[in-house]
């Protein structure tokens, strides 16, 4: 729950930045008028921007220790393709949705001396929505961006793969197996979380549209809703946390 506080501040914190650093551009484009002079006109003509992307990202999880003393988690790598569209309402806010098929991987090691070889590789796809405001910075072609907002995702499919093992009186014996995950009561498939990020942007004018633009952004994914419900006498929520950075080209009109 202190993580959760944390990184919650964090994000309201990166917001207010950017707010902040846009209100005094405003305040200063005010005083300009009232000197009698016009303050010079930003380069904003396209409204609707629609574009794609795709880049790597990692998974871990969060989750009560209780009964996985023997157990280690770590982050795998997975990827996060899809679509963005954008709406700008001023030169410096818009509003941003991403609709990805987005992969969000991780690995469980046993570490008991002799379970040593065993380990589980969990492998999760998610239909994915983050809606994000979006504060802009910079000049007319290099931007930086600022994001915050939530999202909501759809699990849709799921397998995991490894190594278990078999013992009798005296043998311990490891065996690889892969298999599909099969749903039921026990999981939550729609979650919904906190996401937020920088960015960086650069506008040119391009084959497609009068404002081409290529950017780069770093988003951190915090799930708030459990994808599993826990049993019928014991609760055993589960959380996913992913760190995405994506390469996005956008057609602008």
């Given at each position: 729950m202190k993580n959760i506080f944390i990184k919650a501040i964090v994000l309201v914190l990166l917001c207010?930045?950017?707010?902040?650093?846009?209100?005094?551009?405003?305040?200063?484009?005010?005083?300009?008028i009232e000197k009698g002079s016009l303050p010079i006109q930003p380069d904003f003509n396209a409204k609707w921007s629609i574009g794609m992307k795709m880049g790597?990202?990692?998974t871990s999880i969060s989750q009560s220790n209780s009964g996985r003393i023997d157990e280690t988690y770590s982050p795998l790598l997975g990827l996060d393709p899809g679509i963005q569209v954008r709406y700008?309402?001023?030169?410096?806010l818009a509003i941003r949705a991403d609709l990805s098929f987005m992969t969000r991987s991780y690995r469980m090691d046993r570490n008991l001396h002799y379970l040593d070889p065993v380990y589980t590789k969990y492998n999760n796809a998610f239909i994915t929505l983050p809606i994000m405001a979006d504060f802009s910075f910079g000049g007319k072609k290099l931007q930086g961006h600022a994001y915050c907002g939530g999202y909501g995702a759809f699990w849709a499919f799921a397998d995991k793969e490894g190594k278990t093992y078999w013992m009798t009186d005296y043998y311990v014996y490891f065996e690889d197996f892969n298999e599909?995950?099969?749903?039921?009561?026990?999981?939550?498939?729609?979650?919904a979380g906190a996401v937020g990020g920088l960015g960086l942007s650069y506008s040119f004018f391009g084959p497609v549209s009068k404002k081409d633009v290529i950017s780069i952004d770093v988003l951190y994914y915090y799930d708030l809703v459990s994808h599993h419900?826990?049993?019928?006498?014991?609760?055993?929520?589960?959380?996913?946390?992913?760190?995405?950075?994506t390469l996005g080209l956008a057609f602008s009109f």
């Amino acid at each position: 729950m202190k993580n959760i506080f944390i990184k919650a501040i964090v994000l309201v914190l990166l917001c207010w930045t950017a707010v902040e650093a846009n209100a005094q551009v405003d305040s200063k484009e005010i005083v300009n008028i009232e000197k009698g002079s016009l303050p010079i006109q930003p380069d904003f003509n396209a409204k609707w921007s629609i574009g794609m992307k795709m880049g790597p990202n990692w998974t871990s999880i969060s989750q009560s220790n209780s009964g996985r003393i023997d157990e280690t988690y770590s982050p795998l790598l997975g990827l996060d393709p899809g679509i963005q569209v954008r709406y700008a309402f001023t030169d410096w806010l818009a509003i941003r949705a991403d609709l990805s098929f987005m992969t969000r991987s991780y690995r469980m090691d046993r570490n008991l001396h002799y379970l040593d070889p065993v380990y589980t590789k969990y492998n999760n796809a998610f239909i994915t929505l983050p809606i994000m405001a979006d504060f802009s910075f910079g000049g007319k072609k290099l931007q930086g961006h600022a994001y915050c907002g939530g999202y909501g995702a759809f699990w849709a499919f799921a397998d995991k793969e490894g190594k278990t093992y078999w013992m009798t009186d005296y043998y311990v014996y490891f065996e690889d197996f892969n298999e599909q995950r099969q749903f039921n009561n026990e999981d939550q498939r729609l979650i919904a979380g906190a996401v937020g990020g920088l960015g960086l942007s650069y506008s040119f004018f391009g084959p497609v549209s009068k404002k081409d633009v290529i950017s780069i952004d770093v988003l951190y994914y915090y799930d708030l809703v459990s994808h599993h419900k826990g049993y019928t006498h014991l609760s055993d929520p589960r959380y996913l946390n992913t760190l995405s950075i994506t390469l996005g080209l956008a057609f602008s009109f």
